[in-house]
Structure formats: structure tokens, C-alpha cells
């Protein structure tokens, strides 16, 4: 059973099958972060249209209980609108609203991005990616290393230790590629 699994990755193709597993993480990973980051931009895009119907202070005055409302149906502020609102003084002498506390405070990356993508995570891609690639390469090696060294354990045929070296070279410059490959998708994930 060894043998088969050695066999295989001492194989030509193999690296490429690892780059396509580190690809397909790389596409997931990309394809998540867009899709999430898309849906908070789409909300964020229609609570600024809510927040320019009310252009100045006094509209915003007159508009605060809509505002709260409709802020309440857009799942992403119902929650900090909430709070926010709870910390707004309404002055109807001087028909103004006054904060008691910065907006940022409330609509924060924290806030609204934290809910729908884990950061934390998501910035922690491209290492993944990284690490995998080394994985592969090393998983590579060691199947390599323990090809040739059957191979150089015959002392006396020059030719077969020759031959032995050789398929470890060969098999180690093609292991190499997941780690390019992996180094490569993390610099790409990094830069979107």
C-alpha cells in the first residue's frame, strides 16, 4: 500500500494535482470573500441613500422615526441602528437630533463586515495557502528521497545509482511547483 501512495507522488503529475487543490481553495476562498464582502457593500450602498434623503439636519430631524424603521429592515444596521438611536437625543425645541456618541462607534468594519465574513480567517487565507504548497512539496521530497534511496542502496551498479539520483531530481524540481504555485495564489489573494 505504501508503495502505491509513493508511487504516486513520486508520479509527473502529481504536483499538478496539488497545485489544482491549492487552485480550488485559492477560487472558494476568493469566491466567499466576494460574494460576502458584495452583500455588506450592497447593504452599506442602501443605508447612504437612506442617510441622503435627509440631506441636512433638519430633514434628518423629520425623517428620524422613517429612517429608524427602514434601517431596522436592513438586517446588516438593524442592530447598530439600534443602538445608535438609543444613544440620540431628539431636541424638539430646536427640532434637531444630537448624538451623544460618534456614528463609528456603532458602524464600524466590526460591526458590519465582522457578521457576514470571519476576518480573521479571511486575512489568514493566503498563509494557508502558503503552508499547503510547502506541505505538498515536502510530502513530495520525502516520497522522492525514499524512491532514490532504494535505488542508492545497491552500491555496487553505478549506473542504477545514477538513475536513482536523477528520478530524485526529476521528482524534486516538479515538488517545487506547489510551492510556486502556493506562494503564488497567496500574493494574488493578498492583492484582491
Same mark, same amino acid.
Given at each position: 500500500?505504501?508503495?502505491?501512495?509513493?508511487?504516486?507522488?513520486?508520479?509527473?503529475?502529481?504536483?499538478?494535482?496539488?497545485?489544482?487543490?491549492?487552485?480550488?481553495?485559492?477560487?472558494?476562498?476568493?469566491?466567499?470573500?466576494?460574494?460576502?464582502?458584495?452583500?455588506?457593500?450592497?447593504?452599506?450602498?442602501?443605508?447612504?441613500?437612506?442617510?441622503?434623503?435627509?440631506?441636512?439636519?433638519? =430633514?434628518?430631524?423629520?425623517?428620524?422615526?422613517?429612517?429608524?424603521?427602514?434601517?431596522?429592515?436592513?438586517g446588516l444596521f438593524a442592530q447598530p441602528w439600534g443602538e445608535f438611536s438609543k444613544t440620540?437625543?431628539?431636541?424638539?425645541?430646536?427640532?434637531?437630533?444630537?448624538?451623544?456618541?460618534?456614528?463609528?462607534?456603532?458602524?464600524?468594519?466590526?460591526?458590519? /463586515?465582522?457578521?457576514? /465574513?470571519?476576518?480573521?480567517?479571511?486575512?489568514?487565507?493566503?498563509?494557508? /495557502?502558503?503552508?499547503?504548497?510547502?506541505?505538498?512539496?515536502?510530502?513530495?521530497?520525502?516520497?522522492?528521497? =525514499?524512491?532514490?534511496?532504494?535505488?542508492?542502496?545497491?552500491?555496487?551498479?553505478?549506473?542504477?545509482?545514477?538513475?536513482?539520483?536523477?528520478?530524485?531530481?526529476?521528482? =524534486?524540481s516538479l515538488k517545487f511547483i506547489s510551492s510556486v504555485a502556493g506562494i503564488s495564489l497567496?500574493?494574488?489573494?493578498?492583492?484582491?
Amino acid at each position: 500500500m505504501w508503495q502505491h501512495i509513493i508511487d504516486y507522488l513520486t508520479s509527473p503529475h502529481a504536483p499538478y494535482v496539488f497545485c489544482g487543490v491549492l487552485g480550488l481553495i485559492f477560487i472558494l476562498a476568493l469566491l466567499d470573500g466576494i460574494w460576502r464582502i458584495g452583500s455588506v457593500r450592497s447593504e452599506i450602498g442602501k443605508a447612504l441613500s437612506l442617510l441622503k434623503s435627509a440631506p441636512d439636519r433638519s =430633514a434628518f430631524y423629520g425623517q428620524f422615526e422613517t429612517l429608524a424603521d427602514q434601517f431596522a429592515k436592513l438586517g446588516l444596521f438593524a442592530q447598530p441602528w439600534g443602538e445608535f438611536s438609543k444613544t440620540a437625543i431628539i431636541d424638539t425645541d430646536r427640532e434637531l437630533v444630537r448624538i451623544t456618541r460618534r456614528p463609528h462607534e456603532f458602524f464600524s468594519e466590526r460591526s458590519l /463586515l465582522a457578521p457576514r /465574513l470571519n476576518i480573521r480567517q479571511f486575512m489568514a487565507m493566503p498563509g494557508y /495557502l502558503i503552508s499547503l504548497g510547502l506541505f505538498f512539496t515536502f510530502i513530495g521530497l520525502v516520497a522522492a528521497i =525514499a524512491v532514490a534511496a532504494s535505488g542508492l542502496n545497491v552500491a555496487n551498479d553505478v549506473e542504477h545509482t545514477q538513475a536513482a539520483l536523477v528520478k530524485l531530481l526529476d521528482v =524534486a524540481s516538479l515538488k517545487f511547483i506547489s510551492s510556486v504555485a502556493g506562494i503564488s495564489l497567496s500574493v494574488i489573494l493578498s492583492f484582491l
